[in-house]
């Protein structure tokens, strides 16, 4: 049986920060369970609906036959910058899966408001041998480096290789691609300091189920030295 269980701060420990905005925050009752007591879709479940926003790479893949497959994924990010290299997992083999490990190449479209409807209708499940690109009519035009083509309705491109492949239990997947070309619409990126008018990027983000955001609120915090 699952029970949620409370964790005692020892006293001294209290008595010395109990005045800290950050003990009194933790202070709240908190619902714990062991992981490997869960199952697959709770794990899911806790994890996709806690660990938001989320970016989305909409990923264009190619097999040995040149059939363009479209797919989004949030469970990606950036994991270094030097190498520059992303991580996209997967929770099943999936067609983009399977073309990475045979052609080794990728190209991340970051998703906005304006192409937000269109990367949700590649989100459907279609056949190996059906192209996203061609049943949902999306343009796409040759990459600068790798084979795979380019989503023409993104504004930020990014062309990758294969780095890393690693099997995760019994169906997961994690892949490092290592970006080998950035491109970037004319008006994201100001050439001069290299910055990205986050406006202009109007990112999209995942949050649980099918709900998703925009860029939202902003704040600055300067950093201690």
């Not at 006293?11 to 003990?23: A, D, I, N, Q, R």
Request: aromatic share 8%.
């Amino acid at each position: 049986m699952l029970t949620a269980t409370g964790v005692k701060i020892p006293y001294g420990l209290s008595k010395k920060y109990l005045s800290t905005p950050l003990l009194a925050n933790r202070r709240k009752h908190m619902k714990s369970y062991q992981a490997d007591q869960l199952d697959d879709k709770t794990v899911y479940k806790l994890l996709s609906s806690s660990i938001v926003p989320r970016p989305i790479a909409w990923l264009t893949s190619q097999n040995s036959d040149g059939i363009v497959n479209v797919a989004p994924f949030s469970f990606f990010n950036v994991a270094s910058a030097n190498p520059p290299l992303l991580s996209v997992s997967f929770t099943a083999d999936k067609d983009t899966l399977n073309n990475l490990l045979a052609t080794k190449e990728a190209v991340v479209h970051l998703v906005n408001r304006d192409n937000v409807a269109l990367m949700n209708e590649t989100a459907a499940l279609l056949p190996a041998d059906v192209s996203e690109a061609e049943h949902f009519s999306l343009g796409l035009e040759p990459s600068k480096v790798v084979q795979v083509p380019s989503l023409t309705a993104t504004t930020v491109r990014l062309e990758t290789r294969l780095f890393q492949h690693l099997p995760l239990g019994e169906t997961g997947h994690l892949v490092l691609l290592e970006v080998v070309h950035f491109s970037f619409a004319d008006d994201i990126l100001d050439e001069s300091n290299f910055h990205i008018d986050l406006d202009k990027l109007n990112p999209i983000a995942r949050l649980a189920g099918n709900t998703y955001a925009g860029l939202g609120d902003q704040f600055e915090l300067i950093r201690p030295k």
